[in-house]
């Protein structure tokens, strides 16, 4: 008998660990940004060069999204993989417009959720990542480094649904909430180090607002970032949770993760109990 065990999938183990360098990179890039917190900043916005911090930033993130990305991939299903390329499509499309308003706001991950709610972590994680790269390099530059913002997004998506947070549909909003959070804090970095804290008019105008206080512009960054983010969220999981609701079961029922955790329980999501039908 051969002493190897056949039921351990090297290419399971090879992705597993591309997924875990991808997080090291992004935890050790974070964490060298807020405790050391470089005087050096870049803003890619207005032209200036890279050198020192931005550089360890961007490079930073993006090699870690790519890690995330290319060890995620591998596992996706072929209903996801045609999915992905629409959810881009929407992300983009409604970033660009929510940016030509000039709000506050980004609305730039509804695919990403979706794609996370139906598909899982892993899908969310590569929807997430493909669409800043290519926003980034056919666009704009400034998408390209909130890659991890939107790897990070799509993971939490992935696990909220697998906990249950789309089987009701006010549970949604609560989720996206807290992923919002999370990802104003994730995003800080980037947006004070690698952009000077001008992404956008709405949220440069609230970054300039919060310097004005005497606030430094990482904590600037910050604090726009957890007045942005958490209602950016809460925004875009009240849509998709919209859309599901408004899917036919049999069109979610095609996505193999919705059925191994049973993600809207045993019927659509439901915005309030049913009442008893009256006995006859």
Known sequence: MSGSNPSVDPHRNRNRVFIALGALVIV??????????????ANLVEGGGLGGAPLIAL???????ALIAVGAIHRLPTTTLTLIPIAIV????VGQLTA?????????????????????PAAGAVTGALTNVIWGLTIGPIALPFAVTAVVIGVMAGYAARLGMFRRFYLAPVAGFVTGIVAALVSAP?????????????????????QSFGNTLLASTTLQGLLSDPLDKLISFTIVVIILF?????????FPFVRQYNVFGSTAPVALAEPAAPKA
């Open 28 to 41: 050790a890039t974070y964490l060298y940004l807020v405790l050391a917190r470089p005087d050096e900043v």
């Open 59 to 65: 490079a930073g993130y993006l090699v870690g999204a």
């Open 90 to 93: 929407i992300n983009i499309a």
């Open 100 to 120: 030509a308003l000039g709000l506050p706001l980004y609305l730039d991950s509804i695919g990403t959720v979706l794609v996370g709610v139906l598909a899982g």
């Open 190 to 210: 980037i947006a004070a180090f690698i952009f000077g804290g001008a992404t956008g008019a709405g949220t440069g105008a609230l970054v300039a607002m919060f």
């Open 246 to 254: 408004a899917l036919p079961s049999r069109l979610r029922g095609r």
